[in-house]
């Protein structure tokens, strides 16, 4: 039972729901998760199925909700416009958008957008992962923030403000590949295993940096080695893995020159290759495990909307 | 009834089987396809399955058959092993395997390989193709060829033959994205209708020339587009297949240097966005039709082992 909650946070993605009673020093107090991510409702069920996870909490009507992800989406419950950049890292938390027609206060954080023609994107979720960033780092967060996954993100921070940011189809290239192409048997399974120290990795990532012209002659290359050099299909994927997080390097590196130390959300395997890579590749990182990022960020967006349920720091 | 064809024909490929029974001067009097490819024939009913379509086609066991494809590969009827560059064009006509244990004189064509360690690549029929090139063009087949498709093959060629060449996973990474990516809604059954001289596949290729590092923002690049701009599902197409035949293109470029006119190897829409791009690229092209270049070179090579069987030229 959380009936003494502060504030609950939510993060609701496209197939997962994450909740959690936050008391009031912003400190989770439990974590329920679900499959009821947004794909798997119904546009008129998300108060319902809302209202089921709060309940098997015991969370009551009066306590307020704070929440990020797609579910803020034009597909979403309601849809929280994009705050553009340049902006202010609190942004978001400020231009929260509530919930219409419903008895609890519950509020969508708003994604952030690049609207430029030229350069458009859009994040939504990774700027509450920036809230939760600058809550822990204040103005150490300065630079280049690395959010590497299916889409990966990279964000230009200084003072506390995003200046701008563009995604990757890194993770999602080495996913379509390993489904459907003559990759697949080399990729199927692979990743978790792949030593961001090893020879194959480190190649990969060093021939995107040298020569990022000729990524689909690289990307096919592992096939052929196979046929004439016996390149087992560990060495093929890891090859694979470093041309790919090679190349999101040298477009970062190409769209935002070097900035100094790169702070990379990450955690586990994924954060140890992008670790050697952007070693490789002369930059310097700090790694931040991305686990907790969403609700430190949630918190800190509740803190700003509601300070009267936090105790003051 | 073709009992006094000169010699059989055979591409034998993966998916499918073509065979042309060629009359005295090369040329095909009959064509016969069927979707019996490598694939689905189990190793020890090669013989059964060729002799069936010969019987089809009426041809007796006593004239002899010229085959290409991966029917040469080594999970095909026999290996028939790659030559290495730098080869003469002739050079796998010359090396040509013969099937062990069968009556009927069958020859297999084999591929041709980059066996360094750094540049490994292999073709396999291909190689029959540029046979046919070399056939119709003679000493004006000079510079790159650019044989586009699933992997696509960029060949340097000089004075009859192969210096090198080297293969691009260009349509298979268009294929795979469209397949299992959040770009399938976008790419389903695109490809057949994309303007090659339309804006968005011209400006997907331009910037794929000018910054070739940030190819994975910009197959992403599509999606917010859609979002914030509302790019429809045939311009997100076309840039798309822009970005990656412009990718395809500067990696030639950095592999091989600007070699003069491009002979390139293609037909219908393909074709056309390749000379598009190619012209983009300030590379002056030929096109030339692939449909009857694999017949051509396999008369080609079968005049060079069997000169007995047809009309001297």
Request: aromatic share 6%; with cysteine.
């Amino acid at each position: 039972m959380h009936n003494r909650a502060a504030v609950i946070a939510v993060d609701w993605g496209t197939s997962h729901l994450r909740m959690w009673p936050l008391d009031r020093s912003g400190k989770a107090l439990d974590c329920r998760k679900s499959a009821d991510g947004m794909r798997t409702v119904a546009k008129n069920d998300f108060a319902a199925v809302m209202d089921q996870h709060l309940k098997a909490l015991g969370v009551p009507d009066d306590i307020p909700a704070i929440m990020c992800g797609m579910v803020g989406s034009r597909q979403g419950w309601q849809e929280a416009p994009y705050v553009s950049v340049p902006c202010n890292i609190g942004d978001p938390a400020l231009g929260a958008v509530k919930i219409k027609n419903t008895a609890r206060d519950i509020r969508i954080l708003p994604g952030i957008a690049n609207r430029s023609t030229e350069n458009a994107d859009v994040m939504r979720s990774e700027e509450t992962q920036l809230l939760g960033l600058a809550d822990q780092m204040g103005n150490a967060l300065s630079g280049l923030v690395c959010m590497p996954g299916t889409h990966a993100k990279w964000v230009r921070v200084e003072e506390q403000r995003v200046l701008d940011f563009f995604t990757s189809l890194s993770g999602e290239l080495f996913a379509a590949l390993g489904a459907a192409s003559v990759l697949k048997h080399a990729l199927d399974g692979a990743g978790g295993d792949i030593n961001a120290d090893g020879n194959m990795f480190v190649e990969g990532v060093k021939q995107s940096l040298d020569e990022p012209a000729t990524v689909l002659n690289r990307l096919f290359s592992v096939r052929p080695k196979s046929l004439l050099h016996d390149l087992n299909n560990d060495d093929a994927a890891a090859f694979i893995s470093g041309t790919i997080i090679g190349q999101d390097i040298a477009g970062a590196k190409a769209r935002f020159g070097d900035t100094g130390t790169v702070t990379l959300v990450g955690s586990g395997h994924l954060g140890a290759l992008y670790t050697s890579a952007l070693k490789i590749a002369g930059l310097s990182s700090q790694i931040v495990s991305g686990d907790e990022l969403a609700v430190a960020g949630l918190a800190h967006a509740a803190r700003l909307i509601w300070p009267e349920r936090f105790n003051t720091i």
